[in-house]
């Protein structure tokens, strides 16, 4: 019988492999989401490097942040890494939301990272 981790692992390969199918070599805009913070970064998969990241516990946003687990630090975070990853030269990535829905603050990160600038 399959635990609810292996489901969770299961959703989060199914979702990789169809990002290498269509990303067309694009980095990767990962998030991960726990229940006191969120964070995302931008991997590029050819070499195996973390091009930007941010999270809600980054000592930029550390003290306008009331919480890191809301709607407002997601968009905070996703400013934030599009900020970052632009300044590294990315523009254009794919988005990899692992095992969650996007809803709630998965979308409010990737809103305020298209707002940002990056393209997906």
């Given amino acids: 019988m399959a635990t609810k981790r292996d489901l969770r692992e299961r959703r989060k390969a199914r979702l990789r492999f169809q990002l ?3 990303g067309g070599g694009r980095p ?19 070499v195996g490097r973390t091009v930007a990241a941010a999270s809600s516990r980054d000592p930029a946003l550390r003290e306008v942040l009331k919480t890191g687990a809301d709607k407002v630090a997601a968009a905070a975070v996703g400013k934030l890494v599009a900020e970052r990853a632009i300044a590294a030269g990315v523009s ?8 969650y829905l996007y809803h709630g603050r998965v979308k409010a990160l990737a809103d305020a990272a298209r707002e940002g600038g990056l393209d997906f």
């Fill in 92 to 99: 254009a990535v794919v988005f990899d939301r692992g095992a």
């Fill in 20 to 22: 290498r199918q269509k």
């Fill in 28 to 46: 990767r805009l990962s998030v991960f989401r726990s229940s006191k913070h969120i964070y995302a970064q931008v991997i590029d998969d050819s």
